[in-house]
């Protein structure tokens, strides 16, 4: 399945049903009257997020969704159908914004998570509605209410707890497929990865998902190479694994050039908690190796980790620390007291 990270797309609920104007007139009924039923109510527009889906391409092929319009009312005192409410099933960690991406509507985090994006029309009301002692017969019924109409942009940002970050070609996809049944393509090209991808690490007897995004280029944040749109994929990791290429002559630059990216990007990333890795070792001499983690403990001033995706060679050491972020900060994410919740279920 194609991935696809962002839609826009145009939803329009359902008007309302007018009320009816009508009256009894049946055979050898002494009294008469009013009879006009109300019009049904028009379909709702839903978002809600599910389980099993991890992109947004359904909606690259279908951008208009609209609500069934209610019933109008009928006479002895008959109801019009309420209209048909229209559910849009998106991956959980959509976010949903007006047209011009200025105000954020929603944003699903979690799987069963449902919000009324619009309204339907109220139903209108039939003449019977206006029947008094002063008025036995009265004539006037209300329209349906208006639908109501708007263009939104969906936009996927994939829950992660750990993401992998570099430069293309720093090893991030064999990473990824050594520590994951994922089969990311692997290649010895730069942007072999051209789409986030998604892992699930079994450590022991704990879990957690890990991303993968495609590769900074210097620039990244003025659209060079494929930019930095895929960098909102990691913006909910708790962790980010930082791998350098040991076989490039300068790491430290190229440590200084993800990281700018990172602050240019904003969100948040550059503070997030980081593991930096030396990676490909397999390639490299020991005294190679000792001095180009010396370059990276020097330019990112902490640990650095020796790694090889290729061998396994710290593999076991970086997922464990991985690891260690994700349980501290699961811990700190209770749960909302009893009585109080997160989200409010429509």
Not at 99 to 117: I, P, Q, S, T, Y
Not at 132 to 137: D, I, K
Not at 160 to 183: E, I, Q
Not at 287 to 308: D, W
Request: proline share 3%.
């Amino acid at each position: 399945m194609k991935f696809l990270d962002e839609s826009k797309i145009n939803i329009k609920s359902g008007g309302g049903g007018a009320g009816c104007m009508s009256f009894r007139r049946e055979k050898y009924v002494e009294f008469g009257g009013p009879d006009g039923g109300d019009g049904g109510r028009g379909g709702h527009v839903y978002a809600e997020a599910v389980e099993g889906l991890n992109t947004l391409i359904d909606f690259r092929y279908r951008q208009h969704y609209k609500a069934g319009r209610g019933g109008h009312g009928m006479g002895k005192n008959r109801t019009g159908a309420q209209g048909k409410d229209v559910v849009l099933k998106v991956p959980a960690g959509t976010q949903i914004f007006d047209e011009n991406k200025e105000f954020m509507l929603a944003d699903l985090l979690h799987a069963g998570e449902r919000v009324m994006l619009l309204e339907g029309g109220e139903g209108g009301l039939g003449n019977a509605r206006f029947k008094s002692s002063v008025n036995r017969a009265p004539r006037r019924t209300t329209p349906g209410g208006e639908a109501q109409e708007m263009w939104i942009w969906l936009r996927l940002k994939l829950l992660a707890d750990a993401g992998l970050m570099g430069l293309p070609n720093a090893g991030k996809s064999t990473f990824l497929a050594r520590t994951t049944r994922a089969k990311p393509k692997i290649a010895s090209y730069p942007f072999t990865t051209l789409v986030p991808g998604l892992g699930v690490v079994a450590l022991d007897d704990f879990e957690f998902v890990l991303a993968d995004i495609p590769g900074l280029i210097e620039g990244a944040h003025d659209g060079a190479g494929l930019g930095d749109r895929f960098l909102g994929h990691i913006e909910r990791c708790r962790v980010l694994l930082h791998l350098i290429d040991g076989a490039q002559e300068d790491v430290a630059a190229a440590y200084r050039t993800v990281r700018g990216e990172l602050e240019a990007y904003g969100a948040g990333l550059a503070d997030k908690p980081e593991i930096v890795g030396l990676n490909k070792c397999d390639a490299l001499d020991d005294e190679t190796v000792a001095g180009r983690r010396a370059e990276l403990v020097e330019a990112s001033g902490g640990e650095v980790l020796v790694l090889s995706g290729v061998t396994g060679q710290g593999v076991d050491r970086a997922l464990g620390r991985l690891a260690e972020f994700v349980k501290d900060v699961r811990s700190e994410e209770k749960e909302p007291e009893e009585g109080l919740s997160s989200w409010t279920p429509l």
